[in-house]
């Protein structure tokens, strides 16, 4: 049995993300077979926080190069976390 810790990787600090707090809206990376259900209880649980609404998205594999040979990055998910009014998730 997976717990909360294997469905939600890291909370991801970008720009982006950052100007989404006001709206209380944060940005997780979250295990690619995980679904939304199991991605709202897992954030309950870590943060001890009540959310509102998940919003999920496959972010695709992107093609690098080092010198001569190609490849590309792992595709991973990206889910967007609403919390419910008086929640919030302190990321100092």
Same mark, same amino acid.
């Given at each position: 049995? +997976?717990?909360?810790?294997?469905?939600? $990787?890291?909370?991801? +600090?970008?720009?982006?993300?950052? &100007?989404?707090?006001?709206? +209380? =809206?944060?940005?997780?990376?979250? &295990?690619?077979? &995980? $679904? =939304?259900?199991?991605?709202?209880?897992?954030?309950?649980?870590?943060?001890?926080?009540?959310?509102?609404?998940? $919003?999920?998205?496959?972010?695709?594999?992107? +093609? =690098?190069?080092?010198?001569?040979?190609?490849?590309?990055?792992?595709?991973?998910?990206? &889910?967007?976390? !609403?919390?419910?009014?008086?929640? =919030?998730?302190?990321? !100092?």
């Amino acid at each position: 049995m +997976r717990t909360s810790y294997d469905i939600v $990787n890291t909370l991801i +600090r970008t720009e982006k993300g950052t &100007a989404m707090e006001p709206e +209380r =809206k944060y940005l997780f990376q979250v &295990a690619t077979c &995980a $679904n =939304k259900i199991e991605i709202k209880k897992a954030v309950e649980e870590i943060y001890s926080v009540k959310v509102n609404a998940v $919003n999920c998205l496959m972010m695709p594999a992107k +093609r =690098k190069r080092v010198r001569q040979e190609f490849g590309h990055t792992t595709p991973w998910k990206k &889910a967007i976390v !609403t919390l419910k009014e008086g929640s =919030k998730i302190d990321v !100092t």
